[in-house]
Nanobody, 126 residues
Framework: QLQLVESGGGLVQPGGSLRLSCAASGFTLDYWTIGWFRQAPGKEREGVSCISNSGGSTNYTDSVRGRFTISRTNAKNTAYLQMNSLKPEDTAVYYC???????????????????WGQGTQVTVSS
């Protein structure tokens, strides 16, 4: 059974850091693009970052560029989102998702993704 499980969320003060993980089971990530999305209360789910199946291409939404870093370790079937200099507006439920693709590019359009994790809460507050 294909499954994605996010972890690493929590409560952090502004300026702090968190590292989210997305562990895949039931399949290998080698041929899948990975995306990180977030959804704040009352808002639509938005793309945060994505990484191609090879890791050679990444993309970030403007609000997180320079603060967040996406990575993946296919050997561990896991993807990561390192989040630094966190701001209260980063508060949301964060989801990882995968899209079957071997193209050296990635999209943050949520409708293009095939499978989703259950999400992990990130709260940035003093």
């Amino acid at each position: 059974q294909l499954q994605l499980v996010e972890s690493g969320g929590g409560l952090v003060q502004p300026g702090g850091s968190l590292r989210l993980s997305c562990a895949a089971s039931g399949f290998t990530l080698d041929y899948w693009t990975i995306g990180w999305f977030r959804q704040a209360p009352g808002k639509e789910r938005e793309g945060v970052s994505c990484i191609s199946n090879s890791g050679g291409s990444t993309n970030y939404t403007d609000s997180v560029r320079g603060r967040f870093t996406i990575s993946r370790t296919n050997a561990k079937n896991t993807a990561y989102l390192q989040m630094n200099s966190l701001k209260p507006e980063d508060t949301a439920v964060y989801y990882c998702a995968v899209r079957f693709s071997v193209r050296n590019m990635c999209s943050m359009t949520r409708y293009e993704y095939d499978y989703w994790g259950q999400g992990t809460q990130v709260t940035v507050s003093s």
